[in-house]
Structures are given as C-alpha cells and as structure tokens.
C-alpha cells in the first residue's frame, strides 16, 4: 500500500511517517504539508497531484489526513480528482464541510473519525448499549485534553454524544452548560477542559436517581491514534465507495 501522509510536519504526522516507514507491507508515496518551512521532502497537494497521472501510479493508493480541518475542501478535492481513498483523522471541521464529506464519499472511499482509537470505538458502542438500557438516565460527557488542542468539544467527545443519540434520538446536545435553567431531560451536557498534556481522557456518565454507570477511556500514548489509522487504511483501501468509521472497522 502506497501512502500519502497530509499534515506531515504535524506532530502525529511525523509519528504516523515513523510507523509507515517501519510497516512491510506500506510505504510513503509523498509527504504532504502546508507549511514546509523550506524543506524540499514535503509537498503540497496541488504538487502531488499535477505528477499525479505522469507517474502511473499503480497499486493501491491512500491519503491519511492528519493536518487542519482548515484544508478539508482541498483535501477532497484532490482525493476526488485522482480516485483516491481517503482517511480524515482530522477533527473541528464544520457542518458544510461535513456535508461535504459525505457527498464526496458516494464517488470514493472515505474513512472520517473523530477518534482513531479502537478503545474509543469500544467505549462508543457500551455507550449506545448502556443508553439504550436506561432510557430516561442524564448522559453526561467529560473531555480533558492537552492545552495545545485547538477545538473544543473534542471530536471524540461528538461522536461519543452522537452514539448516545443513535441509542435514544431525542437527545440533545449541550455544549458548555451555562446560565440559570434546569438541565433539560434529553440534554448530553458536553464539559471540555484543557490542561498540562494530557493526550485525551474521555468519559461519558450515565445516571439515573438510584445509580449511575462511568465509561471512561484514557489515551497514554499518541501512538495509539497513529495505530488505529494504520488499521483503518489497510481496511478502507478494499471498500466500494462510502462513509466509513471505527464501528465500521470493528464490525
């Protein structure tokens, strides 16, 4: 498998070029970033993709996305151009640029995760099983992350919250609960805190007035994300077109 790593330079982005250098069965096909700082091994999009079809290039292709939810549209745009599969680990992207993400994946594969874990994965499906067990319980979510994080709530904090919602769709989120009302009875309250450098602790509460049942997942090493996409591209790279996430890889 030949990979295009977008957000080279960024932390995880040099990580996730370690692990693809070490890994038998992959290899780098280009190094992507906006900002190189003069270094010539790092490309743009635009550069790969106007070689793009002078190369030939045969086999199996894929882009791992590990940059800025900033360059979404020209991520797929290129991916749309050259009918690549992509793999956005890229979170804080807006609902147009969800929407389109999800138009783009009726023309190729596209892997979209607010978490590369597959320990979240997990946690996400005792949340929908756990909500759907006590359907009246208050479902609340904690996020503490590294003061470094740029978007708040976090992605995985989001897509725990819309697990909670496939169980019972009447919930609403609230993000940074504040103000003089009651808690709302179908309110996922969202609490985000930044501090030191944490890599991500997340934990969703559900309670009922008898009882109340803790989720928590702990991240220890960035690594576990630089993994978890590894996984996910060997996976995405034998898909038809479509939408795609860590349940789909788990299931």
Not at 8 to 17: N, P, S
Not at 21 to 50: F, N, Q, R, T, W
Not at 185 to 200: A, D, F, L
Request: aromatic letters at 4%; zero cysteines.
């Amino acid at each position: 498998m030949n990979v295009i790593i977008n957000g080279a330079l960024g932390y995880m982005g040099r990580l996730l070029t370690k692990k693809v250098e070490d890994a038998p069965d992959m290899e780098i096909a280009a190094l992507v970033d906006h900002d190189s700082d003069g270094e010539s091994i790092y490309k743009s999009l635009s550069d790969v993709s106007a070689t793009w079809n002078d190369n030939g290039n045969a086999g199996e292709y894929i882009v791992i996305d590990f940059s800025n939810a900033a360059g979404t549209e020209a991520l797929l745009e290129f991916g749309l151009a050259n009918k690549i599969p992509l793999l956005i680990a890229t979170t804080g992207q807006s609902d147009e640029q969800r929407n389109l993400i999800k138009e783009a994946s009726k023309e190729i594969p596209l892997f979209y995760s607010g978490n590369m874990s597959l320990g979240v994965a997990l946690l996400a499906d005792l949340v929908r099983q756990t909500v759907s067990k006590f359907p009246d319980a208050d479902v609340e979510i904690i996020e503490t992350h590294h003061v470094r994080k740029v978007d708040a709530p976090s992605g995985t904090a989001l897509l725990l919250a819309n697990a909670a919602k496939e169980a019972r769709p009447t919930l609403e989120t609230n993000v940074g609960r504040n103000g003089s009302s009651k808690r709302g009875v179908n309110e996922i309250g969202i609490s985000s805190v930044r501090r030191g450098n944490i890599v991500g602790i997340h934990e969703v509460i559900i309670s009922t007035e008898s009882q109340s049942i803790t989720l928590k997942h702990e991240a220890h090493d960035r690594g576990l994300f630089a993994d978890g996409a590894i996984s996910a591209a060997k996976f995405l790279v034998n898909q038809t077109p479509g939408l795609y996430d860590m349940k789909s890889l788990i299931d």
